[in-house]
Each structure stands twice: as structure tokens, then as C-alpha cells.
């Protein structure tokens, strides 16, 4: 927390147009956007074993994009909460199957949710770095719940699994190159907002083709560029299976 603070404090000063979101406002974003529409879906499932085990191979499939993901706070707290209610999906599991004299709990076969869904595109290095890392220890602390839980010791070692974090300018690399439009659920972050009078020459730049002159682009904030290319991005593919969005703004 404080470590990300300072970096990204740190990457404001230097006019990157990059903000700390704190764990309340990531909250108040991925849960319209998918958190409490899976633990509502979770409600309904929870005593139903062939309906749970399909909710928890949907849980596998889903697909994260932070397209402006700095250390990876968003990419972090969803990935944490994911695997929460995967916790619960086992704990139900595990219930249903003590009602039917199943003892055995398979926890390593069991535990599906992995940061290979969680995808990112960052323009820095060193926070890029960070984010994969950061995944990665959320990872453990996770499998560390699941093993005090079921008393059973499971950790992914060694790792064969890796968060997709891109080092590169999002503005100029196409998306699809990262996660594909067809393959992904969620589009989620906290783009860089600077206004006209603040943008660098290189924003400029960046900001302008984007634009595709739209009318009136010139005096509009950085930050709408990750909007017309979320746009784009979605209309690579066919609803109902395009990616939701939801930006800090």
C-alpha cells in the first residue's frame, strides 16, 4: 500500500497523469462491473453441485485487461477478490461433499483461479515490475488461506503461471496484441488524466491519431484516448461476448 503510494505519487510528479486509487474506490469499480453479479450468481448455485462446479469453471475463464495498469493495484484487489469467492465455492464444495460422505478434498486439483487470467499494459518499467510481482504474492497469500482452511499445505511452486504484464505505451500498441478482444471479460483501470494545457508534446502525439479528429478533440482531457480505444477494441468483436469496461475518471 504505502510502497505503491509513493511510486505512483512519484510518477505524478513527473507528469505521467498517473493517480493512486485507493482500495475503496477499486471496490466502488469492479463491483457494478463484475463482483457482485458473480456473488449473487454464487447464491443462487451454492447448493446445487453440478451448477457450483459450472460456476467454478466460469470463475477459471474469466479475463482481466488494465490497459493503464501502473503497479497493478486494480489487476491486484480483483485477482484477490476472485479468488475470495473461489474460497467460498470450495468451502460450499467441501460441504456438499461431507453431506454425501466425501471426505477427501483435493485441494491442488482443486484451486482453478490463477493471475494468468489478469492482463496489463504499463508504459514504465519499474511499476510494470511491480505489478507482476505484486500478483504473484497475492497469489501465495491466497493459496496460504486456502491451505489454513482446509488444513491441507498447497502452494504453486515452482511457478508455472505469469500475470501478462506489457511494458509498452498503450496509446500506441494495439490491445488485441495483449488479450484479445474475443477472449476477454473485463476492461478496468485508472487511465492518466491531464488536461489540454498540461499535456507534453509526447502526449500529444500519442493523443492526436487516436482522436481520428473527432470534432472538438483538442480541448478534451487525456484521458478520453482509453475510451475511443476501448471502443475499438470492442468492436472487434460481436456482443454478447464483448468485454465490459469501467474506468476511473
Given at each position: 500500500g504505502s510502497l505503491f503510494q509513493s511510486i505512483m505519487d512519484d510518477k505524478a510528479r513527473r507528469n505521467l497523469g498517473a493517480h493512486y486509487t485507493s482500495e475503496t474506490n477499486i471496490l466502488k469499480l469492479i463491483g457494478p462491473l463484475f463482483l457482485d453479479e458473480l456473488h449473487a450468481e454464487f447464491q443462487r448455485v451454492q447448493k446445487n453441485r453440478n451448477r457450483l462446479f459450472e460456476f467454478h469453471k466460469k470463475l477459471q475463464q474469466l479475463t482481466f485487461l488494465d490497459p493503464a495498469c501502473g503497479c497493478g493495484n486494480f489487476l491486484v484487489i480483483s485477482y484477490r477478490e476472485l479468488r475470495e469467492l473461489e474460497l467460498q465455492v470450495l468451502r460450499a464444495s467441501h460441504e456438499l461433499s461431507e453431506h454425501k460422505g466425501q471426505r477427501a478434498l483435493d485441494v491442488a486439483g482443486l484451486v482453478r483461479v490463477n493471475v494468468h487470467q489478469f492482463y496489463g499494459i504499463e508504459i514504465e518499467e519499474f511499476p510494470a515490475q511491480i505489478a507482476q510481482v505484486a500478483l504473484w504474492l497475492v497469489d501465495h497469500q491466497m493459496n496460504l488461506r486456502v491451505s489454513v482452511e482446509f488444513g491441507l499445505y498447497f502452494a504453486r511452486i515452482p511457478l508455472t503461471s505469469t500475470p501478462?504484464?506489457?511494458?509498452?505505451?498503450?496509446?500506441?500498441?494495439?490491445?488485441?496484441?495483449?488479450?484479445?478482444?474475443?477472449?476477454?471479460?473485463?476492461?478496468?483501470?485508472?487511465?492518466?488524466?491531464?488536461?489540454?494545457?498540461?499535456?507534453?508534446?509526447?502526449?500529444?502525439?500519442?493523443?492526436e491519431p487516436i482522436m481520428n479528429r473527432i470534432k472538438g478533440f483538442g480541448v478534451l482531457d487525456f484521458v478520453t484516448a482509453w475510451y475511443v480505444k476501448s471502443v475499438n477494441?470492442?468492436?472487434?468483436?460481436?456482443?454478447?461476448?464483448?468485454?465490459?469496461?469501467?474506468?476511473?475518471?
Open positions: 501478462q504484464i506489457r511494458h509498452a505505451n498503450a496509446l500506441r500498441l494495439d490491445w488485441n496484441q495483449v488479450l484479445p478482444a474475443q477472449r476477454c471479460c473485463y476492461v478496468l483501470g485508472n487511465p492518466p488524466f491531464i488536461g489540454k494545457k498540461e499535456q507534453t508534446p509526447q502526449q500529444k502525439a500519442d493523443f477494441y470492442i468492436r472487434t468483436v460481436e456482443p454478447p461476448i464483448s468485454p465490459r469496461v469501467a474506468f476511473v475518471s
